[in-house]
């Protein structure tokens, strides 16, 4: 089956700092890929979608300048989180899909937990 | 948006059949309904998809009546690696907005010895 990785799987960093997460289709391209955010007990948010080679589309509420999204490739897209702080702390999770075949799903990759100290 | 309705938790108990249900009012002509497993720490497992009647693969069975307003997930025999939160999304999934996207609060699954 399609499979989706991300890496690191967990990072801690400073106040201040950035942190990039990668996530890769590695057996499928991936046109379109979702990041998503989740929060200890709660259900996943969506943040953004992003297109190969274009700008990402945000969801309502989610800082564009913070959490940048590049999705250079049909099989690589990156999240950043710019001067991460505390409440950034969280699991994020990122999901691809190929819409050249025409299924409804998106296959999701192992998270990533970001702890900001 | 086609917003779902979930038991928050269930309980059951080792090699009993669970069956959740979802409520769906405004699903739409063109939605599927899709169904997920989250273990902590871990993303999001796809289970089954279906559009209507009934859907059958080797971890479950997906069952939605004729007006499709409600669906329910079927787990035979479960074991207690079946632990897990379980998700139902609703939509066409297309687009970027597509209401697929839209992750409800889930279902608690805890399954006892």
Not at chain 1, 16 to 27: H, P
Not at chain 1, 38 to 45: A, D, E, I, T, Y
Not at chain 1, 46 to 56: D, I, Q, R, V
Not at chain 2, 15 to 28: D, F, K, L, P, R
Request: proline share 4%; glycine share 6%.
């Amino acid at each position: 089956g399609a499979v989706v990785s991300q890496h690191p799987s967990w990072v801690i960093c400073k106040s201040g700092t950035s942190v990039k997460i990668e996530c890769r289709s590695l057996d499928f391209q991936a046109t379109t890929m979702f990041w998503y955010r989740q929060f200890p007990k709660q259900s996943l948010m969506l943040m953004a979608t992003s297109n190969e080679g274009s700008k990402a589309t945000y969801e309502q509420g989610v800082e564009k300048d913070k959490f940048l999204i590049n999705h250079a490739s049909l099989t690589l897209s990156t999240l950043t989180v710019t001067s991460a702080h505390p409440e950034d702390s969280s699991f994020y999770i990122c999901s691809a899909r190929d819409d050249t075949i025409k299924t409804y799903e998106q296959y999701f990759g192992p998270g990533t937990r970001l702890t900001v100290t | 948006l086609a917003k779902t309705t979930q038991p928050i938790s269930m309980d059951s108990y080792e090699g009993q059949e669970v069956n959740i249900t979802c409520s769906h009012n405004n699903i739409a002509t063109n939605d599927y309904i899709t169904w997920y497993q989250q273990f902590p720490s871990q993303g999001p497992r796809f289970i089954i998809q279906g559009y209507k009647t009934k859907v059958t693969n080797e971890v479950a069975s997906l069952f939605i009546p004729a007006d499709r307003k409600s669906s329910t997930l079927s787990l035979p025999r479960v074991s207690l690696s079946d632990t897990a939160v379980y998700y139902c999304l609703v939509g066409d999934g297309w687009g970027n907005a597509g209401n697929m996207l839209t992750f409800g609060g889930g279902t608690r699954l805890m399954v006892k010895p």
